[in-house]
């Protein structure tokens, strides 16, 4: 009998899966889906710098807008900027796929699901990460993705961000030591050498806002389930006194 109470007991604790972090990423972050000004900020960024390549076609706007507490005209005046998408649209973006394969070598991914898969300190880190590097179509490389083919759209509020070298005593993976100093080149330290529109700390923030967003767009449910989480766990509060009692009740001529 304790086997099957113990069994049962396990059934009914609910398990969240979660992808497991990667150890090499350079920085991480812990969403935060009831900052509802952290959240209404990022998708101002997102749709102000992202979704004219990445789409979020498994949400709506209208959607967003009632979960971020975001009014239907300022919605339709300030975040839906093409005129064939409404407010109960889902999040398209108006470039061809085929188009896109031409331009950048593969249509841009849509992002709904991305926090996901990805996870969001990769996403936080992917998007501190990008670099100069002249040698790319782009002009910029990214720590996170070796050979990136998205450009650094955020640098306008970052402003242009290079990798600084240094000399180390510590082999560096793929790298033979200078032969007169015996040293390796280390180059792992980014440096904004023109700044943005934004602060550093101020654009870090603007990151966090926006994959706090994706975080959002991945699981737009968890937002309504922490909201329910408290009254459901005070009517089973409620609820189990009142059972307790009636069993004391019930069993009280017996006893």
Not at 19 to 31: E, G, I, K, Q, T
Not at 104 to 119: K, V
Not at 197 to 225: C, H, I, R, W
Request: one cysteine or more.
């Amino acid at each position: 009998m304790k086997k099957h109470l113990l069994g049962l007991l396990f059934a009914l604790v609910p398990v969240t899966a979660m992808a497991a972090p990667a150890a090499s990423l350079p920085h991480s972050m812990d969403p935060d889906l009831q900052d509802q000004a952290s959240l209404q900020n990022g998708m101002k960024l997102y749709v102000n710098y992202c979704m004219g390549c990445h789409s979020l076609e498994y949400q709506r706007f209208a959607r967003a807008a009632d979960d971020l507490g975001i009014p239907q005209d300022l919605m339709e005046e300030n975040l839906i900027f093409s005129s064939d998408l409404a407010y109960n649209d889902q999040m398209h973006i108006a470039m061809d796929s085929g188009d896109a394969e031409s331009w950048f070598g593969a249509p841009p991914p849509d992002l709904t699901l991305h926090s996901r898969l990805r996870g969001t300190d990769w996403i936080y880190s992917y998007l501190l990460g990008f670099y100069k590097d002249p040698s790319r179509p782009t002009g910029v490389n990214n720590t996170v993705f070796d050979l990136v083919a998205m450009p650094n759209v955020l640098e306008p509020l970052q402003g242009v961000q290079e990798l600084v070298c240094s000399e180390t005593d510590q082999p560096v993976a793929g790298q033979s030591p200078d032969p007169l100093s015996g040293k390796y080149q280390s180059c792992d330290v980014l440096q904004v050498t023109q700044p943005g529109s934004m602060e550093p700390d101020e654009f870090e923030e603007a990151v966090y806002d926006l994959t706090n967003f994706l975080a959002y767009v991945g699981e737009p449910s968890k937002l309504q389930a922490q909201a329910l989480a408290p009254k459901v766990l005070i009517f089973i509060f409620i609820f189990g006194v009142i059972a307790y009692l009636l069993k004391r009740e019930y069993w009280r001529d017996i006893h």
